[in-house]
């Protein structure tokens, strides 16, 4: 019987078989960035958005603070939201998104500029 190794030399590239791989580490601060990030592509969000992670093993859970710009619809606007968390935050860090608990943050009307004269 032969023995396959796990190493293998293709193109000039080595390759490692899975058993032999390491762990990558995602740190708590960068999925809490990536998170805070992705909630900004949805429409109806405001710029300031702050998002904490925890991350045990390769699940995570984000609790996201999510500034509302008026006059976009609050619950529409965090569903979205949401989805959008667990399929990006996902795809980005490889990690599985658990939760995602979010506080709503109106933000504030611009108020038009008075001219003084």
Do not use: C, F, N
Not at 64 to 83: C, E, K, M, N, Q
């Amino acid at each position: 019987m032969s023995t396959v190794t796990a190493r293998h030399r293709r193109d000039d590239v080595e390759t490692v078989e899975e058993e032999e791989r390491g762990e990558t580490t995602v740190e708590p601060r960068a999925v809490g960035r990536i998170a805070a990030r992705a909630a900004r592509e949805v429409d109806g969000v405001a710029a300031d958005v702050t998002a904490k992670a925890t991350v045990d093993g390769e699940v995570t859970t984000v609790d996201i603070r999510l500034p509302v710009v008026y006059p976009a619809p609050v619950t529409g606007t965090a569903d979205r939201v949401r989805a959008h968390l667990l399929g990006r935050t996902t795809e980005l860090t490889g990690l599985r998104t658990q939760r995602v608990d979010i506080t709503i943050a109106l933000s504030p009307v611009e108020q038009p500029k008075r001219r003084v004269r």
